[in-house]
């Protein structure tokens, strides 16, 4: 069995006569994204600060990779820490700095690198966070989204092995939201870190995460994969997810997955699976998009992709998800395959000409974003029939899906 | 049948509850904030060091050095006031190079320049510190494997140390001249006199003697400002920027209070 790359047993954390960990036991698993959830009070950031040494606990252990780190030595210590970063809820950056200073810090105080070196790594942080031209400003004088890009960069720019996050899309708009944490997502591969969020962000959270850890008063509900996390039969579950999560997905308008999932549940068990329903499977390759165009641009093209969807499907009678941070699943209640197949072409032509011709124009004017890239929207179709999980037609409509529409630039940004 | 507390027992317990917790929590501040200054001067010597010392300098001395000599200069134009009708009585005017240098170089130059350095820079230190303690800074050096008393507060307490004996140096020889413009200047006593004074009357042992004072409020000046600022968010009577008000506060009077009783105890040493 794996060993965890964080493990707490039986950790206890009191402030006074309040205790707000009791005997937590959890697994946090190299190279994957950890998600901690819970109210307010919950101890989440508590957690977070017990991972680098902030606090330590009052009763248990945490080890790293198996070993106690409060039995490492001094030099063992410091070889730990050195592994993490943390991004802190109000970034913490230091006002008197500039950008560029304040990415460089911690290599200029704990490293021997040349300034040369400095300069070239810090740089390079600074392009990948598209912060090129605010390298020389204050942190006081960005936006709150280009302020968390800053704190991003600065920690990255140790090459942690573990990255803290603590909150990061706090005071964000849905699609800064979206943009953070598909950056988190989209980093983690290229750096190749593990990271532990603290987040609120229902479903956004959901769609980058490999594990859900929810706290409930002091202890840990639950740790596992996500879709196990909806089976969940605790108080939490219905106090606190189901509340957080709502009816509508923030960015795109469509519906959230507890909706969709209620709706698809419906709709197959009132009679309709003896009519025809057919499942939609939308995608674009986001990640591609990503490394393109950065993740602001990427999460606008999605959201104009979800509001698309969102308006011509509904009109039919249909319904729709998203599935994941690039895929969009949708329901025709009353239509079957042939007349399906007939929507699609329509709708590939509808999104081609209204949406993606528009597209570059409308990076521009609202992110300023003008590089020249390429999507690909992809959709596959099948028929659901009553005894179908939501799993079983994402696969088999994913094994069907094809191009439906384009959009590619030349250099100097016109479509080709 | 109920046991009834003389009223006179009551106040006495009282009166060692309160002043008892007073001596403890005074013991306890002394000790941590002995302990603070130990830490922070060894890293003094750290890597690393020379630029955030540098730039301190400039901040508590560089900056500091106009409103010390302003001082100086009117402390030392008020002593000769002063000082010239009073041996004017005894007919002694030409003992006020004497006087004034001695009182300048002995005690007030160390003295005043102190408490003006606390009001100026002390006070920025603990709000500076105080401010970064509260927004996570400090935090957020840790987790960078930055060690914040290093970062933070060891420059100040060698900016402090290289600073304030040469501030107060500023201040004797401006307040020497500010006497000579009251006393010679506008009240006609003998300008050569005046100087032959002020040099055969002050010793070595006055110059190491003010000098000593000097870096003893150093040490204590940016201690106490240091230590306010860098333990705000353990204030129990307030949070947030109202600890860092309180904070500031403090480290302004425990400092301008710690450099009076501290002016006497080293003063009665020299002696």
């Known amino acids: 069995m794996e060993t965890p790359l964080i493990e707490f047993r ?43 040494g ?51 810090l911690p290599l200029r105080q704990t490293t021997v690198m040349s300034p040369k070196e400095i300069e070239k790594k810090v740089m390079a942080r600074i392009e990948q966070t598209e912060l090129t031209e605010a390298a020389g400003k204050y942190p006081t004088e960005l936006s709150g ?52 969020l603290v987040s609120h962000d229902i479903p956004d959270v959901f769609f980058i995460s490999d594990r859900i850890i929810l706290l409930w ?51 197959l068990n009132q009679g309709q699976a003896e009519k025809a329903v057919t499942a939609l499977l939308f995608s674009v390759e986001f990640d591609l998009l990503t490394e ?44 079957d395959i042939h007349e399906a197949k007939q929507l699609v072409e329509n709708f590939g032509k509808g999104l081609q000409k209204e949406v993606l011709s528009n597209i570059q124009a409308l990076t521009k004017a609202n992110i300023g974003a003008t590089a020249c890239f390429e999507i690909y929207v992809y959709a596959g179709m099948t028929e659901a029939h009553s005894n179908d999980d939501i799993d079983r037609i994402i696969e088999k409509a994913r094994a069907n899906q094809e191009i439906i529409a384009t959009h590619r630039c030349d250099s100097k940004g016109g479509e080709i | ?69 302003l001082v100086g200069l009117f402390t030392g134009m008020v002593l000769g006031l ?40 002390g006070s920025s230190m603990a709000a500076e510190i105080g401010i970064l303690r509260i927004s996570e800074q400090i935090d957020a050096l840790y987790t960078m494997r930055i060690d914040p008393v290093r970062y933070l507060v060891s420059p100040r307490i060698a900016a402090s140390i290289i600073s304030f004996p040469l501030l107060t140096a500023f201040f004797d020889l401006i307040g020497i001249l500010g006497g000579y413009l009251t006393g010679v200047v506008l009240l006609s006593a003998s300008g050569g006199v005046y100087f032959a004074r002020v040099l055969s009357s002050v010793d070595i042992v006055d110059i190491r003697g003010g000098f000593i004072k000097s870096l003893v409020f150093a040490v204590i000046v940016s201690t106490i400002c240091c230590f306010q600022g860098y333990f705000t968010h353990m204030r129990s009577d307030s949070s947030g920027a109202k600890s860092v008000s309180l904070s500031t506060t403090s480290a302004v009077v425990v400092s301008c209070v710690m450099i009076l009783i501290a002016d006497y105890v080293v003063t009665s040493f020299l002696m």
């Open chain 1, 292 to 335: 393109a165009l950065g993740p602001l641009a990427a999460t606008e093209v999605l959201k104009a992709l979800g509001e698309y969807i969102h308006t011509n499907l509904g009109s039919v009678g249909g319904f729709s998800a998203r599935h994941s941070i690039g895929q969009i699943l949708a329901i025709l209640p009353y239509t």
């Open chain 2, 1 to 69: 049948m109920e046991k009834r507390v003389q009223p006179s027992g009551i106040s006495f317990i009282v009166f060692f509850n309160v002043f008892g917790k007073l001596a403890i929590d005074l013991v306890n501040d002394l000790g941590a904030a002995a302990i603070f200054f130990s830490k922070a001067f060894r890293m003094i010597f750290r890597s690393k060091q020379l630029p955030e010392i540098v730039q301190q300098v400039y901040h508590i001395g560089a900056r500091s050095s106009s409103i010390v000599m």
């Open chain 2, 82 to 121: 002063q000082l010239y009708y009073t041996l004017a009585k005894f007919g002694s005017e030409g003992m006020l190079g004497s006087v004034i240098s001695l009182s300048l170089i002995r005690e007030l130059g160390p003295v005043l320049t102190a408490i003006m350095i606390t009001a100026r820079a």
């Open chain 1, 54 to 104: 902030l606090l330590s606990p009052d009763a248990g252990t945490i080890l790293f990779s198996g070993r106690p780190i409060n039995k490492m030595k001094m030099g063992e210590w410091d070889q730990y820490r050195s592994q993490i970063s943390y991004l802190f809820q109000h970034n913490a950056l230091f006002d008197s700095l500039t950008v560029f200073d304040n990415i460089a």
């Open chain 1, 10 to 52: 039986d950790v206890t954390k009191r402030f006074g006569g309040l205790t707000v960990l009791d005997r937590v036991n959890l697994k946090i698993y190299e190279n994957q994204i950890t998600t901690i959830m819970g109210k307010s009070g919950a101890g989440k950031s508590v957690m977070l600060k017990h991972i680098i």
């Open chain 1, 145 to 196: 989204g280009m302020q968390k890009r800053v704190a991003l960069a600065r920690a990255l720019v140790t090459d942690p092995k573990i990255v803290l996050f603590d909150e990061p899309t706090t005071g964000q708009d849905p699609i800064r939201k979206n943009a953070i944490l598909s950056t988190t997502a989209h980093y983690r591969k290229k750096f190749g870190f593990t990271a532990v």
């Open chain 1, 217 to 267: 008063e002091g202890g840990v509900a639950f740790q596992g994969p996500y879709e196990e996390s909806t089976r969940l039969d605790h108080p939490m579950a219905e106090e606190f997810l189901r509340s957080l999560e709502g009816f509508q997905d923030e960015l795109t308008g469509l519906l959230s997955k507890q909706m969709f999932r209620a709706r698809y549940a419906s709709t």
